[in-house]
């Protein structure tokens, strides 16, 4: 089944096959399997349609899901009377705010690749550590240099492609010049002059 341009396997329990999402962990998976009143035993395949909607309701936009109403199974017989301060402040889910929330504030797959990506532009413009860790392609977070490097620098060798310049006839093309070929003129006219 594809939900949200994602393909979800029909055989995996809902809460694993959630994962494929970029941002959704275990954890959350089974968080909003319990919001939306999925059992966490089921199957891709065993979801009707309206848990398949509400599910992709739920993904696509969870700000704009409206808050969870009080439990009404928790009816307690003999239960001591609740101070008035706990009866004040409902659970998170219950908030009219959806910042408040965790899983109403969520961000998945491209959302969350931009804000990650926006962080990092601006770590880098503003000069802190961890931005000039990220522009050389090193650990950022504190991680040995000697072993662990390897990983950031595969994970920063896609971002060091975009900025790699043109060569041979696509240099003369573009009109890119090596460094090279723009000092060697004023080289040759520094040291004329000093004759």
């Known amino acids: 089944m594809y939900l949200l341009g994602a393909y979800l396997p029909d055989h995996k329990l809902v809460r694993i096959a959630l994962t494929t999402f970029y941002g959704i962990s275990y954890d959350t998976a089974l968080r909003i399997c319990a919001r939306i009143g999925v059992h966490e035993r089921a199957t891709v395949m065993s979801l009707t349609e309206a848990q398949i909607t509400d599910l992709s309701a739920y993904l696509s936009s969870p700000g704009l899901i409206p808050a969870r ?16 301060a706990d009866q ?16 109403r504030s969520i961000k998945i797959e491209g959302d969350l690749r931009r804000d990650m990506l926006a962080n990092i532009a601006h770590h880098r413009a503003i000069g802190t550590y961890r931005g000039r860790r990220h522009a050389n392609g090193f650990p950022v977070r504190g991680q040995r240099t000697q072993r662990n490097a390897l990983t950031a620098r595969r994970l920063n060798r896609l971002e060091r492609r975009q900025f790699s310049t043109a060569t041979g006839l696509d240099r003369e093309q573009s009109g890119q010049h090596t460094l090279w070929e723009i000092l060697a003129p004023l080289a040759h006219a520094r040291f004329r002059q000093s004759d």
Do not use: G, K, W
């Not at 004040?88 to 910042?99: D, E």
């Open 69 to 84: 109403s009080a439990s009404p199974t928790r009816a307690e017989i003999n239960a001591e009377p609740v101070a008035a």
């Open 88 to 103: 004040a402040i409902p659970p998170p889910s219950q908030r009219a705010q959806a910042s408040s929330d965790p899983l």
